[in-house]
C-alpha cells in the first residue's frame, strides 16, 4: 500500500460520539470541491467513522472571516483534508494567500511529500522511492513584500534558526523512524550566504546527532538535473519552503503527474492532508475528467494518522 509520513508530535486526538472522529474538510476552488466529493464517497462505502464538518473559505474575499473560521474548526478538531484555495491575484498585495494563512496559523512547519513509483503507472524512470520534507511557514512565502519607490520592489525571505533546526530535527527523525539511510539538504547557500548558509548551518548540527544516518547538500539548480536524470539517488530531501515547492512539482511529474501524489501538512497540534502539489485545477474543474488518486491517497494518510490502520491499509490498496 501506499505509505506516507504520518507520525505526528502528539496523539491524534481523541475519538468523540461513538468512538468517530470529527474532521474539518475544506472543498477549495477548482477541481477541488468535486475530488473531495470522491472521498466522501469512498469513506461512506468503506464504512470510516469519520463525520466532515465543511468550512467554505470564498477566495474572492478580502475580509478574513472565513479561513479564521476553518483555523478555529481545525483547532477543535485537530484534523483536517483540504482542497487548494485559489491564491485571487486581481487583490492587493496586503491580501494573503489563504493557504499561507492557514499553515502559518496552526504552525504547520512540515510539509511532507511521499514521492514513489506507483504499480501500472507508466513513467520514464523507475524504483523512485523519495520522501520530500519542506519547512512550511517562512522563506519567500513569508508575505513580506513592499516597494520602496515606483519600479522596486523587495521581497524578504526570511530563515530563522529555530525554524530550521526544527524542520532538520524533523527530517532526521522521521529518517531514522522509517529505515532510511540518507538526508539530503537543498539549499542556494553559494549565492545566498546568510540566509541559505544559516539553514545548511543548522541541517549539519543536526545531522551530528544522527551518525547512523548518512547527510549531504546539494544546491538547488544541481537538484533538479539530478532528479530528472538519476532520481534513485535521492532518500530523504529537506529543504526551506520555495525550493520545496519546486522540487514536489518535479518530482510528482516524474511518478506520473500531480494527480497521483498526496501531502500532509504537520505541527505541534494539527495535521492537514491534501493533494502534494496545490494546484486548484480551474481549466479542468466540474468536467469530471480530473484524477481523484492524489485526493483519495491523501484521505487515506488522514485515516492512518487517526490510527485507523487496518482501514488505511485497505483503502490504500482498494485505490
Given at each position: 500500500?501506499?505509505?506516507?509520513?504520518?507520525?505526528?508530535?502528539n496523539?491524534?486526538?481523541?475519538?468523540?460520539?461513538?468512538?468517530?472522529?470529527?474532521?474539518?474538510?475544506?472543498?477549495?476552488?477548482?477541481?477541488?470541491?468535486?475530488?473531495?466529493?470522491h472521498?466522501?464517497?469512498?469513506?461512506?462505502?468503506?464504512?470510516?467513522?469519520?463525520?466532515?464538518?465543511?468550512?467554505?473559505?470564498?477566495?474572492?474575499?478580502?475580509?478574513?472571516d472565513?479561513?479564521n473560521?476553518?483555523?478555529?474548526?481545525?483547532r477543535?478538531?485537530?484534523?483536517?483534508?483540504?482542497?487548494?484555495?485559489?491564491?485571487?491575484?486581481?487583490?492587493?498585495p496586503?491580501?494573503?494567500?489563504?493557504?499561507?494563512?492557514?499553515?502559518?496559523?496552526?504552525?504547520?512547519?512540515?510539509?511532507?511529500?511521499?514521492?514513489?513509483?506507483?504499480?501500472?503507472?507508466?513513467?520514464?524512470h523507475?524504483?523512485i522511492?523519495?520522501?520530500?520534507?519542506?519547512?512550511?511557514?517562512?522563506?519567500?512565502?513569508?508575505?513580506l513584500?513592499?516597494?520602496?519607490?515606483?519600479?522596486?520592489v523587495?521581497?524578504?525571505?526570511?530563515?530563522?534558526?529555530?525554524?530550521?533546526?526544527?524542520?532538520?530535527?524533523?527530517?532526521?527523525?522521521?529518517?531514522?523512524?522509517?529505515g532510511?539511510?540518507?538526508?539530503?539538504?537543498?539549499?542556494?547557500?553559494?549565492?545566498m550566504?546568510?540566509?541559505?548558509?544559516?539553514?545548511?548551518?543548522?541541517?549539519?548540527?543536526?545531522?551530528?546527532?544522527?551518525?547512523?544516518?548518512?547527510?549531504d547538500?546539494?544546491?538547488?539548480?544541481?537538484?533538479?538535473?539530478?532528479?530528472?536524470?538519476?532520481?534513485?539517488?535521492?532518500?530523504?530531501?529537506?529543504?526551506?519552503?520555495?525550493?520545496?515547492?519546486?522540487?514536489?512539482?518535479?518530482?510528482?511529474g516524474?511518478?506520473?503527474?500531480?494527480?497521483?501524489?498526496?501531502?500532509a501538512?504537520?505541527?505541534?497540534?494539527?495535521?492537514?492532508?491534501?493533494?502534494?502539489?496545490?494546484?486548484t485545477?480551474?481549466?479542468?474543474?466540474?468536467?469530471?475528467?480530473?484524477?481523484?488518486?492524489?485526493?483519495?491517497?491523501a484521505?487515506?494518510?488522514?485515516?492512518?494518522?487517526?490510527?485507523?490502520?487496518?482501514m488505511?491499509?485497505?483503502?490504500?490498496?482498494?485505490?
Amino acid at each position: 500500500p501506499f505509505s506516507l509520513l504520518t507520525k505526528r508530535e502528539n496523539d491524534p486526538p481523541p475519538a468523540k460520539y461513538g468512538g468517530r472522529h470529527t474532521v474539518t474538510l475544506i472543498p477549495g476552488d477548482g477541481i477541488g470541491p468535486e475530488l473531495l466529493n470522491h472521498a466522501q464517497e469512498l469513506f461512506r462505502f468503506c464504512c470510516v467513522p469519520v463525520d466532515f464538518e465543511v468550512v467554505n473559505v470564498d477566495s474572492s474575499l478580502t475580509s478574513e472571516d472565513e479561513i479564521n473560521n476553518a483555523v478555529t474548526a481545525i483547532r477543535r478538531n485537530g484534523v483536517a483534508l483540504k482542497g487548494n484555495i485559489e491564491t485571487n491575484h486581481n487583490l492587493p498585495p496586503s491580501h494573503k494567500s489563504r493557504n499561507n494563512l492557514l499553515r502559518t496559523s496552526l504552525d504547520l512547519y512540515a510539509n511532507v511529500m511521499h514521492c514513489q513509483t506507483l504499480p501500472g503507472v507508466q513513467t520514464r524512470h523507475k524504483d523512485i522511492d523519495i520522501i520530500i520534507i519542506r519547512e512550511n511557514t517562512e522563506g519567500e512565502y513569508s508575505s513580506l513584500e513592499h516597494e520602496n519607490v515606483p519600479g522596486v520592489v523587495e521581497s524578504l525571505k526570511i530563515i530563522t534558526r529555530v525554524n530550521s533546526l526544527r524542520i532538520a530535527e524533523y527530517a532526521f527523525r522521521q529518517a531514522r523512524e522509517k529505515g532510511r539511510r540518507r538526508v539530503t539538504a537543498v539549499h542556494k547557500a553559494n549565492i545566498m550566504k546568510l540566509g541559505d548558509g544559516l539553514f545548511l548551518q543548522c541541517c549539519k548540527e543536526v545531522a551530528a546527532g544522527y551518525p547512523d544516518i548518512t547527510f549531504d547538500n546539494m544546491i538547488v539548480d544541481n537538484t533538479t538535473m539530478q532528479l530528472v536524470s538519476k532520481p534513485q539517488q535521492f532518500d530523504v530531501m529537506v529543504m526551506p519552503n520555495l525550493y520545496g515547492n519546486v522540487v514536489s512539482n518535479v518530482c510528482a511529474g516524474l511518478v506520473g503527474g500531480p494527480g497521483l501524489v498526496p501531502g500532509a501538512n504537520y505541527g505541534k497540534d494539527y495535521a492537514v492532508f491534501e493533494t502534494a502539489t496545490r494546484n486548484t485545477g480551474k481549466s479542468i474543474a466540474n468536467k469530471n475528467i480530473a484524477n481523484p488518486t492524489a485526493t483519495l491517497l491523501a484521505s487515506c494518510l488522514m485515516l492512518d494518522h487517526l490510527g485507523y490502520v487496518k482501514m488505511f491499509m485497505r483503502t490504500s490498496l482498494l485505490i
